[in-house]
């Protein structure tokens, strides 16, 4: 088969293009006439039932199909989590099926790693070549544990799977490491309990709430959006904690323009007001918690007054919104945001959160937090594997909160000290680490499956190290991103609308619910879904009994048949609701005289943690301080676009016509006094002399001065989607720098600082 290259990519796409520009020319070149098209509406029309993938809310989709052709996506009404709605992304998954730029065969590198020359592989070639480099891999190095499995999408479970039948420990993905891995961290020293992908925060109920970097609005949830908006309709009042002035700020009552990284020292000031002014629900915390007295003991300097020096906020700022919390208390309420890898000591940071919104006594009660309920569907009966689970949020080998060991045989990560992180799952750039020093042993294999390498993991340099380093790197996705290009074996996956995938177990207050996914069409091209990629793979790998199903739609029978359901129903009505098992509050508990469902190991919300004491990290948060920008520096932030998923979305053609590049936001008296002007193309530098791709000025008083802002995702190296090539600039790219948390393993990436190059 032939070899191509990059530039046969572009050839490949411009020569599709021209074909369809003169599909209605005849031969003579005289123009055809054509009937007038019937719209799509007017066509016989076929519904099937999905969930959205274009981002992890995973919205309840109905596809409608004409013609073998996705024409059109609505949410589905009876889906609690898109309630009949669909964010720009969300309709955008047509245009993700059809994009020209999508991987369309199996490709072999011919040549040097990075250097993007592939030849076309049959699919039986691509996988017989994969497995044997993988056992070689494992054979030469010492056992399984020497290759990696980083994903990012629902496919990515099925190859999770082999590792833990395999018996590798190293399977995970930025989820957890670079995204929320605190937060569930910390809800679950705390409370118990994880916080969830939907935020379980009783909107409806809630009368005075506190976001803290928290970006709702810019990252368009549906029932999120709606939920909050729904409770300021009702009267809700709202502070922002933000250095930036943000969607959400611009809603607020209060806008709390915070100094970055000293988010801490605000919450230990209001933990410190509650409780010397007596304003606290002490018949809650009497009741359901432990180590008030400690807890107290330890915040007694974190005065307003003092925090106010830290923060650079006003004394008297901090006081009135700590006096409105305790006034509406137990329906104010401070949710905590997803991404919350700041500043490498974010677990203790959520850790006051949670402490402080425990204080307010909402919990468990009418407009705070409510206890979430999980659907219940029987797992799959698969033999027993050499590791109980992997994956993200699963930890090492189920090596998660409260638990770590790991299964005998299986070596356990280490930070630099030798150390493992005491809770939390893999951390992504744990074992790029690995893959570069060897230590605490060499990581020579590597799968990624829909992860974005070089615009997740900080340190993109170092990634291309690593990758340079390994023996043999595999990539299953849709595109030809940067880091896939770097592939020793490309296999090109489906999209959402092309394939099954296992069904959505979905938290809720009232609707806990299971959600089901089918093919819209046919696969295009020679794409496979995932579940078929990871099983034949396996089954290379000698673990074929841990597949034993023929297919998923078998797979799928049997876990629906716990339910006493079949395929044949889901195929109906989409969905599952069981709200039966819902008891969000409580009183629901209290009433029935249950133990409430806190489930520490005392059985009560924790403030003062026995497990972080017993290994010298801080029973109690305390306020650590970060660094501050050096001189001709600003500390770089980032956030979420409405219309773009991460870094998924830059290629699709709708959303990049509303927004194709990014901007960098620099408080209006600094561009003044830097020369900068609106509009203007300028280049970043980070402190370690990495330079960014060029970037629009973005100058407005809506930042803090010590700061600036970028939405993460942009500035691709990606000849081969020539949409989102070089538009924009990567912050990534800037974040040569990271702060590991030593509770969880989270990487925070906010400790970077730029100047302007002009």
Known sequence: MPDFSRRDFLKLSAGTIGALAFSGVSKLGTPQVRAAPNFWWQEETTTKFNYCEMCYWSCGVKAEVTNGRVAKLYGNEEDPTSQGHLCPRGQAGVQQLYNPDRLKKPLISVGDRGEGKYREATWEEALDYTAEQLKGISEEYGGPESIAWLNHTSSGAWFSHIAAAWGSPNSGGPAHSLCLGAREIASKLTFGRPVGEHMPIDWENSEFIVLIGNHIGENTHNTLMNDFMGALSNGAKLAVVDPRYSTAAGKADWWLPIKPGTDTALLLAWINLLISTNN??????????????????????????????????????????GRGLARYRPHSVVPPNRHTSWYGNDTQRLRALFILNALLGNYGREGGFYFAAAPWLGDYKYPPMKLESAGGGCGAGGGGLGSDTLPEGVRPRADEKGKKFLYGSLAEPEVIEAMVTEKPYPIKGLIADGTNLFHSVPDKERTKKALRNLDFY????????????????????????????????????????????????????????????????????????????ENIEEYLDERLGTLGLDLEYMKENGLVKQPQLSKPYLTDYVSKGQKPPFNTPSGKIELYSERLEEHDLGPVPQYEPVNDSPDGYFRLLYGRSPVHSFSRTQSNRWLSEIEDENAVWINANTANRLGLSEGQYVVLENQDGIRSNRIKVKSTQRIREDCVYMVHGFGHNTPEMPIQDKKGASDIALESEYKLDPISGVAGMRVNFVKFIT
Do not use: C, N
Not at 305 to 315: F, G, V
Not at 526 to 535: D, L, V
């Open 474 to 549: 595999l990539a299953v996705d849709i595109l030809p991103q940067e880091h896939v290009m770097w592939a020793d074996v490309i296999l090109p996956e489906t999209t959402y609308l092309e394939r099954y995938s296992d069904l959505k177990t979905i938290h809720g207050k009232d609707t806990p619910y299971i959600s089901f996914r089918e093919p819209a069409v046919k696969p295009m091209y020679e794409s496979k879904p995932g579940w078929w990629i990871a099983k034949e793979l396996g089954e290379r790998l000698g673990l074929g009994k841990y597949f034993p199903f």
């Open 280 to 321: 606290y629900d002490q018949d809650y915390i009497d009741k359901y918690a432990l180590g008030f007295e400690e807890l107290k003991e330890a915040v007694t300097d974190y005065t307003p007054e003092w925090a106010s020096k830290i923060t650079d906020l006003d004394a008297g700022l901090i006081r009135r919104v």
